[in-house]
């Protein structure tokens, strides 16, 4: 009987689960051949390093990896300490508390690439702020904004985006602390700072981990941001791997070794700066 | 008291900050998307010389604006049900059924969400590419499904978990047939799970970028990637402001409905006890 309801609930499992793990296999794995010769639509097919080789040769897709990787951290580090201290400030209700974290959270509801737009329109050549700025006689002539070379845009944007998910998360841990734990560590004379330290964030770690990871994923991964904010000099490691397959000989192949790479920057880079953050409230807690 | 004064200066201070990112880009949006195509809005003008609807008409009449909502607005709803159908078995075994290897799955559900979505748009186009599969609808189609099951699993197993055993089993003791205990046990509690996971899915659908613009192209849009073509390279405001209205008011108004519903999904509700 037990063993009956076991097979039962994988049985049905397989249009859910099995099908996601199905597709994702077979896109990992088109990934990881291609990148090693094999499954070419012109040409020979068979293994080999030769992609590798000349793709981890390129400068480019170096600057586009540090690149990413500077925009993905920032990014994410950037949208936790700014959510921190709203969370804790909403953690109570209070004369329009409901206002303001509906507020906070409405950029999740608006789409990346309108965020984008948004963005650009407010400080283009002719856009909002440069008017704003002229009119009240603090510059003469109108500031180039767009597509800054240092990314500022591109992480501005992320965070926009992507602070109020770090809020959704954070607020909801910090709302299950109780008070009872609080006020303990207030009674043995702890000040804000070290109830932040100590009782706050360890608490509190696991969902602020979560939203550093996704977001880390989410940012090391961008295409649109960059394309239409982002520094012209420098490509997003998407930006560079879609490009890359559009115009080069191998272009699929050259993809799929920067996919794999992007792959791995997301996975071991997120993990890492995860395990960062723990160690950082480990020591914060001594 | 200091500490009330002191949250009256936050909470204006935040008020203000969302006016500036919020309220002011989407009135500026507003205002390029009806600047008159004839009286074109030149700096330094503080504000456009003349108002009208006519770009708004030309966007629908010179591009193929008519033509990219009817293929998102056809593709998301096949995605919610494919979606459904799919996920429902999967969270009723999260649910409702206990078997070793629980919790490695449910994360494992999550794979989608930290795979980037241009490798996966490109590797799955490669992938249909190689299967000489050439059906742009049904590519987004699948794809879409698959990367949005996670969520709609999620939310349909938390509404699983909430049918109360006891009233499956008072159902069958009076005799009632199967269909006759989902009608009475189970559907009145899956009811606003069901609809939120359409709804989110369909939303997810309608926004999806990477997979959409990566399979379609060239020919097949979708709202986003007819808002992309007038970003990036060729800017053309006016009718990016027209399409970025179009794309976040229906799904804003939609994740409010979609508010309201998951309040509603209290089960001491719907349940009728406690």
């Known amino acids: 009987m037990k063993v009956r309801q076991t097979l039962l609930a994988y049985a049905l499992l397989l249009p859910g689960l099995g099908l996601i793990l199905v597709f994702m296999a077979f896109v990992l794995g088109m990934a990881i051949s291609q990148s090693l010769g094999f499954f070419n639509f012109s040409g020979e097919s068979g293994f080999s390093l030769r992609f590798w080789e000349t793709m981890l040769a390129d400068h480019q897709l170096w600057r586009s990896f540090w690149y990413s990787l500077r925009v993905a951290t920032l990014s994410a580090i950037l949208s936790v300490l700014l959510a921190y201290p709203l969370a804790l400030w909403l953690r109570k209700p209070f004369a329009w508390s409901g206002t303001i974290s509906a507020l906070l959270k409405a950029p999740l509801l608006v789409h990346g690439l309108v965020a984008a737009f948004l963005y650009i329109n407010f400080i283009s050549f002719q856009g909002f702020l440069n008017l704003a700025l002229v009119s009240t006689g603090l510059i003469e002539r109108p500031l180039r904004m767009q597509n800054d070379a240092n990314g500022i845009g591109v992480i501005f944007l992320q965070v926009w985006k992507q602070m109020p998910f770090a809020l959704l998360l954070l607020t909801g841990a910090v709302q299950a602390i109780g008070d009872d734990i609080l006020d303990a560590a207030r009674d043995l004379g702890a000040n804000a700072w070290q109830r932040f330290r100590k009782v706050v964030v360890p608490l509190t770690l696991r969902a602020m981990q979560g939203a550093i990871i996704l977001i880390f994923i989410g940012a090391a991964g961008d295409f649109s941001f960059q394309v239409v904010a982002g520094p012209t000099n420098v490509n997003s490691l998407s930006q560079f791997m879609y490009r890359i397959q559009e115009t080069s000989v191998d272009g699929w192949n050259s993809a799929a070794v920067v996919a794999v790479l992007l792959m791995a920057t997301a996975l071991v880079g997120s993990v890492l700066l995860a395990g960062a953050v723990q160690l950082l409230s480990r020591l914060g807690r001594a | ?274």
């Not at chain 2, 009449?61 to 078995?89: E, G």
């Not at chain 2, 089993?169 to 559907?187: E, K, N």
């Not at chain 2, 009145?188 to 069901?194: A, D, E, F, S, T």
């Not at chain 2, 006016?238 to 794309?247: D, E, M, R, T, Y």
Request: hydrophobic letters at 55%; glycine letters at 6%; charged letters at 10%.
């Open chain 2, 1 to 274: 008291m200091k500490g009330h004064w002191f949250n009256r200066v936050l909470i204006g201070l935040l008020l203000a900050v969302c006016f500036t990112w919020l309220v002011i880009p989407f009135a500026l949006a507003m205002l390029w998307s009806l600047v008159d195509p004839n009286h074109p809005w030149s700096y330094p003008e503080i504000l456009p010389p003349a108002l009208s609807l006519g770009r708004w008409i030309e966007v629908w009449t010179t591009t193929s604006l008519p033509q990219t909502l009817v293929n998102s607005y056809a593709l998301a709803p096949s995605v919610a049900i494919c979606a459904l159908l799919l996920a429902t078995p999967t969270a009723y075994a999260f649910g409702r059924l206990d078997f070793p290897g629980k919790g490695p799955a449910q994360i494992l559900t999550l794979v989608p969400l930290v795979m980037p979505g241009f490798v996966v748009a490109i590797f799955f186009s490669s992938l249909l590419f190689s299967l000489g599969f050439y059906s742009r609808f049904a590519g987004i189609l699948i794809g879409h499904t698959v990367m949005f099951l996670p969520f709609a699993i999620r939310i349909l197993t938390v509404s699983f978990a909430l049918v109360r055993q006891d009233l499956i089993d008072a159902a069958r003791d009076m005799g009632a047939s199967p269909w006759a205990v989902f009608r009475a046990a189970y559907l009145p509690v899956l009811r606003p799970g069901i609809l939120a996971a359409l709804i989110v899915v369909f939303i997810l659908s309608i926004e999806e970028f990477a997979l959409a613009f990566i399979v379609g192209a060239p020919d097949f849009t979708t709202v986003p990637t007819i808002l992309y073509s007038y970003l990036g390279y060729n800017f053309i405001r006016p009718n990016a402001a027209v399409v970025s209205l179009i794309l976040v008011v229906p799904n804003v108004l939609l994740m409010l409905l979609l508010e309201r519903l998951l309040k509603g999904a209290n089960p001491a509700s719907i349940t009728g006890k406690g």
